[in-house]
């Protein structure tokens, strides 16, 4: 199987392929978000976790205060409740299929999903900021792991990498040479998954497939 040189120029340009998959699969851009003017640590940012953005290592910091539950059409206005949360806030830019909950100083993040498992349709995520003064955009973790594989690797080994994955969870997408998108639950098993499949060294890129904000008109 191919192995990822660690001085290879073949990773995706910084930022290209969160960029590129959020257009394409949200239609969202990375803006500054709330906090960006404060230089010191923001009191709800309680710890740090890090991604690949291409061949880049980030880091993001979990806003304790806040969780996003993705919602569809057949959930939007309903199940307002979720036990030990306050009332479900409006996106801090109005966005169809997401909203906000007020998490309790009481509860730890990752009980949150537990609280909003009630129902089978809720899909839930911490919600992340790039900086630890809170500034730059909020991102949370719809589901999902955008890959990139070698694109001068024979149709053999791609099926080869490709078969540890059912059919049903894996997806190509139309914006380059041999990228797909791997279905993970919603939340950390999205950005978990991700920094492991990198690690392996086996693949050129993979990133967690991020929501993101919209820009601030």
């Known amino acids: 199987m191919w192995r990822r ?21 949200f239609s969202m851009a990375a803006v500054a978000g709330p906090g960006g003017e404060n230089s010191g640590p923001h009191e709800t ?8 953005d291409g061949d880049l290592r980030r880091t993001v910091w979990v806003d304790a205060d806040l969780s996003a539950e993705f919602t569809s059409p057949t959930t939007d206005g309903h199940e307002d409740t979720a036990p030990g949360l306050d009332p479900p806030m409006p996106a801090p830019v109005r966005q169809a299929g997401i909203r906000f909950w007020k998490v309790g100083q009481a509860i730890r993040p990752d009980e949150v999903a537990v609280r909003l498992s009630v129902s089978s349709s809720r899909r839930s995520s911490p919600v992340f900021r790039d900086t630890l003064s809170g500034g730059g955009p909020i991102r949370a ?4 792991v955008i890959v990139y594989l070698d694109p001068s ?13 059912p059919p ?16 993970t639950p919603p939340g950390l098993e999205s950005l978990e998954t991700a920094n492991r499949i990198y690690e ?7 990133t967690p497939n991020w929501w993101m904000e919209r820009s601030r008109r």
Do not use: F
């Not at 290879?8 to 394409?24: D, F, K």
């Not at 690797?153 to 990498?161: K, M, N, T, V």
């Not at 894996?170 to 279905?183: A, E, F």
């Open 5 to 25: 040189n660690k001085a290879s120029n073949r990773c995706p340009a910084p930022g290209l392929s969160a960029t590129l998959c959020a257009g394409l699969l």
């Open 45 to 52: 940012l309680k710890g740090s976790l890090y991604w690949y």
């Open 141 to 144: 973790l719809p589901g999902g």
């Open 153 to 165: 690797l024979p149709p053999a080994e791609i099926d080869a990498w490709l078969i540890r994955y």
């Open 168 to 183: 049903n969870v894996v997806r190509r997408l139309p914006i380059g040479p041999h990228v797909y998108l791997i279905d």
């Open 200 to 206: 392996s060294g086996e693949v050129i890129a993979a």
